[in-house]
């Protein structure tokens, strides 16, 4: 009786799983939903310009604005929530917020030392904030009073920034919040006919802005859409496909994250029939895909990383959660290139225009080992092997040698390859040491062993791979 209770509450689970995976695969089957808004391009694009965002893999995001005043802190009370968000977390009424810029004052703003320490930490690409939610711009905007123009500052922040990384071979994107606290016709929701009304005068300040952006500093790269969650924007998934085009037709090569989409059912990042929509998935904020997400690699995409926790904008508090060692981002950069991602790691200048000591010693220690092992890293990407417990293997668009990124020593120092049938390996070398060849074993058939010798070694290393067809 029991063994009767038991298949049936089986058969009943089982039926229950049949049923949803019909469901999910429902597109599969020819029930594509009908979206006339969804990605204007079903491919990745294979223009130069994306080509160059996917050879950089690395990246310097840096949140900077008015919250870097505060630091967290608002009347005598440390909150541990992002920084940017203290409007929110200390319930601060707009107006009190706003006058912050009137102390806005970076006097020791010199963005040729930023762009100095992103060009030795490896960076080959910014994002900069150049409006966050509280609606701060950080360049001089004709379609808002709310910018670095109207602080005791007075300058342009932008035409500096991007000439400095510019200078340095660094390619410029901007980070633009659609969500705007600030501004007083956006809203969260369109619950009245005044609300629509607002809406649409707050769609042309973004287009407005957007154009405005391009024309001021036409060596842009791409714009990092954000605060696009709430349902304004999601109805008004024809309005973002017509932006994305508009902005794309004004400035040929523009790269644009797939969060600045929704389509035209509210579907965001990807349409409802799951295809993505900007030219690259940016949904890994603070996350990496598993490692064995390999379907990830059909597109491309990039992570947005915190050093602390969540700390996006300066906080002058970091004891309060855990803050990641150079190691520990080197790991989540290797990571993303090994599943063809880009790495994008968050700074927040301070109030007066200079980093933050901590930020200054990740840079440099993240640097020194790209200096020696960025072959690994940049035009790298999947390898099509098996990953290992010991780390992480990237290739290289050109040629057929592959990385191997060691993060983990085994007790035994023999490093398990598993190859694809019909390849052998010809020989592996560490990548600092290419004359001394590492001997290499066979576990079986399928499986090789690399043998390293004792490495004492406080950082990873990268072992190159070099394979030939086995002879038949
Ligand atoms: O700029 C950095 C963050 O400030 C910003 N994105 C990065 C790059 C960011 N803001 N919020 N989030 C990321 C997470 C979003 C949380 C939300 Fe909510 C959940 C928005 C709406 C629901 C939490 C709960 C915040 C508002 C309500």
């Known amino acids: 009786m029991i063994f009767l209770k038991i298949s049936l509450r089986n058969i009943i689970y089982m039926i229950k799983a049949i049923i949803f995976q019909i469901i999910i ?3 599969l089957f020819g029930q594509v939903i009908t979206v006339k808004y969804g990605p204007l391009l079903t491919e990745k694009r294979t223009d130069t310009a994306m080509e160059k965002w996917r050879t950089n893999r690395f990246g310097q995001f840096i949140h900077w604005g008015l919250y870097a005043i505060p630091g967290g802190e608002w009347e005598g009370k440390i909150y541990t929530g992002a920084a940017e968000w203290l409007p929110v977390w200390a319930a601060i009424p707009s107006a009190h917020w706003d006058s912050l810029q009137y102390d806005f004052n970076p006097s020791r703003f010199d963005p040729k030392k930023w762009a100095k320490m992103a060009k030795h930490m490896g960076a080959r690409y910014v994002t900069i904030t150049t ?28 035409r500096p920034f991007v000439d400095a990384y510019t200078e340095e071979g660094i390619d410029v994107y901007f980070y633009y919040s ?33 154009e405005e ?35 794309k037709k004004i400035h040929p090569g523009l790269i644009v994250n797939s969060r600045m989409r929704a389509d035209e059912h509210g579907s965001r990042h990807r349409d409802s029939n799951g295809r993505l929509m900007g030219d690259y998935e940016s949904g890994y904020e603070r996350r990496l895909p598993d490692t064995g997400d390999t379907a990830i690699i ?34 989540m950069l290797i990571h993303s290139v090994s599943l063809g991602g880009n790495f994008l ?31 690994a890293v940049y035009n790298c990407g999947h390898a099509g092997l098996d990953k290992q417990d010991w780390g992480y293997y990237t290739k290289p668009k050109v040629g057929d040698n592959i990385y191997m990124t060691v993060f983990n020593i085994p007790i035994n120092k023999k490093l398990k390859i598993r190859l694809p049938k019909g390849e052998q390996i010809n020989k592996a070398y560490l990548l600092d040491r290419p004359n001394r060849s590492l001997e290499i074993q066979s576990y079986n058939k399928e499986i090789s062993l690399v043998q390293i010798k004792t490495r ?17």
């Open 456 to 472: 004492s070694t406080s950082h990873p290393f990268v072992i190159v791979l070099e394979l030939k067809r086995k002879e038949s």
């Open 131 to 158: 409006k966050h939610h509280d609606g701060f711009c950080l360049w001089p905007s004709k379609f808002t009073e709310f910018d670095v123009e109207s602080t005791p500052y007075n300058n342009d922040l932008l």
């Open 213 to 247: 952006l391009l024309k001021l500093y036409p060596e842009v790269k791409g714009f990092w859409f954000d605060g696009t969650w709430d349902q304004s924007w999601k109805l008004n998934g024809q309005f973002s496909y017509e932006l994305e085009n508009y902005l």
């Open 298 to 331: 059909q597109v491309d995409w990039e992570s947005c990383m915190t050093i602390p926790e969540n700390q996006w904008g300066f906080h002058k508090d970091w004891t309060t959660s855990h803050v990641k060692s150079p190691n520990e981002l080197i790991e």
């Open 25 to 27: 695969s429902l597109p």
């Open 345 to 375: 790691l968050n700074f927040g200048p301070k109030a007066d225009g200079t980093i933050r000591r901590e930020e200054k010693r990740i840079a440099k220690e993240i640097g020194q080992w790209m200096e020696k092992y960025g072959e």
């Open 178 to 210: 659609i969500l705007d606290w600030h501004h007083p016709n956006w809203r969260k929701e369109i619950k009245s006919d005044s609300d629509q009304f607002a809406f649409e005068q707050f769609k042309s300040f973004t287009k407005n802005q957007l």
